[in-house]
C-alpha cells in the first residue's frame, strides 16, 4: 500500500504565503505562524476566524494537526503566556497537543480572493475592485472592495439578502437608510471598516456593509450623505468574515494537492461571535 505524501508544517506555510502574502498585511499586524515545529508533519488542517479557547478546543477534538485563524492571537506584546490566562491557556493547548497555529489576517483581507471579495460575491456582485489598494501590490489586491449589482434592488432587499447570506449571530443586521431607496453600486469592508468612509464616498457607492460600526463615524456619515448615500448596512465582524473561510480552506486544499500532498482541510463549527442575545424594541 502506497502511503499518504503528508506536507511538512514548513510546506504549507509556503503555500499559504502564495495564496495570501504577508507583505500584503498592514503595518501594525501580526500574521503567519504562531506555534508548531516546521518539519512537523500536517494531515488535518481546520480554519477559523478567531483563536478562541472552543475553537482550539475543537481544533484538537478533531484530530487537527494546523489551526489557521483570521484574527492573530499575539496581535499585541505580552509578558507572560502562563496558563492562569486566556492566551497561555490557549498556547498551552495549542503545544500539548502539537497543534500548530497560523495567522492570515489582513492579508486574507488584501489578496485577490480574500475576505471582502467573497463577501462582496455573495452579495450578488461579480467584478469589483478594492476600495483602498495595497501599495506596490498586484492589480487587484488592497482592503475592500466596490463594484456594481447587475441591476438596481430596494435598500430593504439588498438588506435582507446580506442577512440571509451571512451566519446566524444575535446581532442581526442593522440599516441606515430608506428602505425604498434603489442600490445598485456596492462597497463591502469585511471586518471593521469605518476608517474607509472616504474611499466609499469617492467610490460612488450607494450602500456600504462592513461591521463594527461605531455611534460617531455612522452617524457623522449619514450626516454628510444629508440622508442620501452611501447608505449603511452594519453586520456582524464575526459574520462578515466567516464566508471566507471555505473559500479559503478549498484554496488552500487545491494548491497542496496540485503538489501531490493529501491532507484534509475542514471549516470549524464553532461559532466565536461574542454576542448570545439580543433585546429590541
Known amino acids: ?33 504562531v506555534t508548531g515545529r ?14 478562541v479557547e472552543a475553537v482550539v478546543n475543537d481544533a484538537v477534538e478533531r484530530g487537527a494537526d494546523l489551526l489557521i ?54 452579495l450578488g456582485v461579480e467584478d469589483s475592485l478594492p476600495l483602498a489598494p495595497s501599495s506596490g501590490g498586484l492589480p487587484g489586491e488592497g482592503i475592500g472592495r466596490v463594484g ?7 435598500l430593504a432587499e439588498f438588506a435582507e439578502r446580506a442577512y440571509a447570506v451571512l451566519p446566524s449571530v444575535a446581532g442581526g443586521v442593522r440599516v441606515a437608510g430608506d428602505p425604498a431607496a434603489l442600490v445598485r453600486r456596492v462597497a ?23 461591521a463594527d ?3 460617531h ?24 468574515e466567516w464566508l471566507w473561510l471555505g473559500s479559503a480552506a478549498g484554496l488552500l486544499h487545491r494548491a497542496l494537492e496540485d503538489q501531490g500532498f493529501d491532507v484534509q482541510v475542514a471549516v ?9 442575545f439580543i433585546l429590541v424594541p
Not at 489576517?105 to 480572493?113: F, L, Q, Y
Not at 471586518?191 to 462592513?210: C, I, N, Q
Not at 442620501?228 to 452594519?234: H, R, S
Request: with cysteine; charged share 15%.
Open 69 to 122: 485563524t483570521h484574527h492573530p492571537l499575539m496581535l499585541r506584546g505580552v509578558n507572560s503566556v502562563a496558563a492562569s490566562g486566556f492566551k497561555g491557556r490557549v498556547l498551552h493547548t495549542l503545544i500539548e497537543n502539537r497543534v500548530a497555529l497560523l495567522t492570515a489576517h489582513t492579508n486574507g483581507d488584501s489578496a485577490i480572493g480574500g475576505v471582502s471579495d467573497v463577501l462582496i460575491r455573495s
Open 148 to 154: 456594481d449589482l447587475p441591476q438596481p434592488v430596494p
Open 1 to 33: 500500500m502506497t502511503r499518504s505524501l503528508r506536507p511538512t508544517l514548513s510546506q504549507v506555510w509556503n503555500v499559504v504565503e502564495e495564496l495570501w502574502p504577508a507583505a500584503l498585511a498592514e503595518s501594525w499586524d501580526a500574521v503567519g505562524p
Open 268 to 276: 470549524s463549527g464553532v461559532n466565536s461571535d461574542p454576542w448570545d
Open 213 to 215: 460600526l461605531r455611534h
Open 217 to 240: 463615524p455612522a452617524s457623522e456619515a449619514r450626516e454628510a450623505a444629508a440622508g442620501g448615500t452611501p447608505y449603511l448596512v452594519d453586520v456582524s465582524h464575526f459574520a462578515s
Open 38 to 51: 516546521p518539519e512537523q508533519e500536517i494531515s488535518n488542517i481546520v480554519f477559523a476566524v478567531d483563536p
Open 188 to 210: 463591502v469592508c469585511g471586518g471593521a471598516g469605518d476608517s474607509l468612509f472616504d474611499a466609499v464616498r469617492a467610490s460612488g457607492a450607494d450602500v456600504y456593509v462592513t
